[in-house]
């Protein structure tokens, strides 16, 4: 395991003590349990995961099993944010169509059991790879365990949502254009974070360049290699984790998303830029582009070169707001100056993609 491998995994996994600021009345959530999740039987213990989930995430230990519970942070939310009954309904339709997901037990929306909102689900025992060079597993496996992961994402997309009960899940259509145009509106009005040629140059062309035709699925939203739970010691995926963002979108753009790993500066987020494949033993990006295309049955995927300079594009533009945070002193973490350091980086990333196009 690499050093910047090794120092992530210590800081996202596993749980410990809850923290300051995320305490509730457990005793309350032991009673709610016993009446809603099957086979409850208490003492209970209450442990909060490490990793930086926006919807804070406890692990619960009884004698017969472990459980894990997603809330609503405490305190005063943006409208619409942090909807945990969204994502307690996706994992329950997701299971009903037998995509590897947690099963749900339970979900509350009274705020006077423990504060907020919040679901349970069961305990996936797994292993979850921070690294996507797969640093822990033997070169000859590596492959495989990302075709599993291409195997799921096509998965994901060629299931019926309307059938699994998921056709009001979001808005059909126009993905592409309503995106850019979201971002690209943040983006202009965050004066205090200041203009970028490249990003200028990335909101002029992208309305331009978006794929004929239109497509509509289940999206993740944040499809990556640490948002899922591997078997432990085979490469198949047990559940596929964290579905905040998800929503109905355009497939290609869920696509693009997970597959800049190949591009990403792994100091950035999970990526693969700069690395070895071959000597890894981890398929090259078009192998991977093309098993998923032959899954999905798209033949030529002409418009990849677009779905990566659209999603380098939208994180480029998070981390310009995120910028503009730190510049009003209303994000002073050394992670979120990090991340604002980091803006131009994904601009270029971006700005490369769509000269590709071109």
């Not at 959530?29 to 442990?47: D, I, N, S």
């Not at 591997?230 to 929503?247: K, N």
């Not at 990006?285 to 990566?308: K, Q």
Request: proline content about 5%; glycine content about 10%.
């Amino acid at each position: 395991m690499t050093s910047a491998s090794a120092i992530n995994t210590a800081a996202n996994a596993g749980s410990a003590a809850v923290r300051e600021g995320f305490r509730f009345d457990e005793a309350a959530l032991a009673r709610w349990m016993e009446t809603h999740v099957a086979g409850y039987r208490g003492p209970l213990t209450v442990e909060q995961f490490k990793g930086g989930q926006s919807n804070p995430t406890y692990k619960l230990t009884t004698p017969g099993g472990a459980y894990v519970l997603r809330r609503k942070p405490p305190g005063q939310l943006v409208q619409g944010a942090h909807a945990v009954d969204r994502e307690a309904r996706v994992l329950s339709a997701l299971e009903r169509a037998d995509f590897p997901v947690a099963h749900v037990h339970g979900l509350c929306t009274d705020d006077s059991v423990i504060g907020s909102w919040f679901y349970v689900m069961e305990l996936v025992e797994g292993r979850i790879v921070w690294d996507a060079t797969f640093p822990d597993v033997q070169r000859e496996q590596r492959a495989a365990h990302f075709d599993a992961m291409n195997a799921a994402i096509a998965r994901l997309h060629t299931i019926d949502y309307a059938a699994i009960g998921l056709s009001d899940y979001g808005k059909p259509g126009n993905y592409f254009a309503r995106q850019i145009s979201r971002w690209s509106r943040q983006y202009l009005e965050d004066q205090d974070a200041g203009r970028d040629p490249g990003m200028d140059a990335l909101i002029a062309w992208l309305p331009t360049a978006i794929p004929a035709g239109d497509e509509t699925s289940i999206v993740h939203g944040d499809f990556r290699c640490d948002n899922m739970i591997f078997h432990p010691t085979e490469p198949r995926i047990l559940a596929v984790l964290d579905w905040e963002l998800s929503t109905l979108g355009h497939p290609l753009a869920d696509f693009g998303y997970h597959a800049m790993m190949y591009r990403m500066p792994p100091d950035i987020v999970a990526g693969l830029g700069g690395a070895d494949l071959g000597a890894l033993g981890i398929p090259s990006e078009a192998d991977y582009l093309a098993a998923y295309a032959e899954r999905t049955g798209r033949g030529n995927f002409a418009d990849y070169g677009f779905c990566i300079a659209f999603n380098f594009f939208r994180l480029a533009a998070i981390f310009h707001g995120i910028k503009g945070r730190v510049i009003r002193g209303t994000a002073a973490s050394a992670h979120a100056r990090e991340r604002a350091n980091n803006f131009p980086r994904l601009v270029s990333l971006a700005m490369e993609a769509m000269h590709e196009c071109r």
